[in-house]
DNA sequence: TGTATTGCTACTATAATAGTAGCACAATAA
DNA sequence: TTATTGTGCTACTATTATAGTAGCAATACA
């Protein structure tokens, strides 16, 4: 690594040590961040108020939570409304690639 | 959180503190660990040794990685073939689910 | 003028990950 | 047989991320 941390993704520049800077490691070094798939998760249906995500997103620190909402907010897949926090449009078009995996995983999880 | 640590999801139990125990936040739990993602996603196309993992996934310490692929064997995702780890037939389902964020984030990833 | 709610910030403790070294084993070469 | 090389790890320390808790400023309402 040539830089020495990396709180935002920025533009050309690979994140988080994943180095090859490919457009799909980069996206999965913002969505594995702790909470940040939670976050899209929970607005999709509906504009929520930072206590509500807080509480939706199970033990999540307001700390955190803040940074995550941030770190979103930053590269644009979410963003403030007057009723809370909302998707985006490039949030919801992301959120649709997602949604699949919510079918999968009420499959799968019970096989666990 | 009534249990101390969560190294590993288990049947019925949430994981990692997020309480609720739905599926996705299940799955999304073991998803945002580092490298699971790039781990699944680099071993859709072909096996691949431990070392050639490593490479593919930037600065993966050897422990963090090995940590990982046991998570992703103990839940059924990932498995040892002779020629190095393999997706197993429900990893392949899950990447299935996966595939269109690359495509996705090949636009994205630009526009940041 | 309280009182409650919300969106945070700050701080400490703990957990996860990075980074590095090195060992046991297998295959190959000499 | 003895190097030599490559691979799959384990162990350890340093750093970073997150949990957990307290509390404050701002707004809304009673």
Redesign the pocket.
């Known amino acids: ?1 040539t830089e ?4 935002l993704p920025k533009p050309g520049s690979p994140v ?2 994943s180095q090859s800077g490919q457009p799909i490691m980069v996206l999965f070094d913002l969505l ?5 798939l939670g976050v899209l998760w929970n607005l999709s249906d509906q504009n ?7 509480a939706r ?14 770190e979103l907010r930053a590269v644009g897949l979410v963003e ?1 409304a007057a ?3 909302a998707l985006s449009q490039t949030g919801r078009a992301l959120f649709s690639r997602l949604e699949p995996l919510g079918d999968w995983a009420m499959k799968w999880v019970p096989t666990l």
């Open positions: 690594m020495g941390k990396n709180p988080r040590g594995s961040r702790r909470w940040a929520r108020t930072f206590r509500d995500l807080q997103c199970g033990s999540a620190s307001p700390s955190v939570l803040n940074t995550r909402l941030k403030k009723d809370g926090y």
